[in-house]
């Protein structure tokens, strides 16, 4: 099996920064891919972030580009995700989530995702 737990939401306002953590066990885990993901109240688990743990390749949502950055620790199986600038609507449970599969680019459809953390909270204040 493989775990996943989120650290690093809050409270913050607006044009303020927070980071996340995700810490990846288990022995089965395969360190292929990672994404973040959001979801609002009322709304759909959109795409967030991505990377490749080989390459380090990254691919982000408009929504947040240029404002947030994801990055890894592979000798602390830890990604990270660097969110500055923050707005309003970046107001969502943020999830990471484990990609188990081989492939030449970034998952972006939740689909596409093995594992997935419990969930963090960020809420920005205007």
């Known amino acids: 099996q493989v775990q996943l737990v989120e650290s690093g939401g809050g409270l913050v306002q607006a044009g303020g920064s927070l980071r996340l953590s995700c810490a990846a066990s288990?022995?089965?885990?395969?360190?292929?891919?990672m994404g973040w993901f959001r979801q609002a109240p009322g709304k759909e688990r959109e795409f967030v972030a991505g990377v490749r743990w080989d390459a380090g390749t990254t691919y982000y949502a408009d929504s947040v580009k240029g404002r947030f950055t994801i990055s890894k620790d592979n000798a602390k199986n830890t990604v990270y995700l660097q969110m500055n600038s923050l707005k309003p609507e970046d107001t969502a449970v943020y999830y990471c989530?484990?990609?188990?599969?081989?492939?030449?680019?970034?998952?972006?459809?939740?689909?596409?995702?093995?594992?997935w953390g419990q969930g963090t909270q960020v809420t920005v204040s205007s």
């Open positions: 288990g022995r089965t885990f395969r360190r292929y891919g």
């Open positions: 989530a484990a990609d188990q599969t081989i492939r030449l680019r970034i998952a972006v459809r939740a689909g596409e995702y093995d594992y």
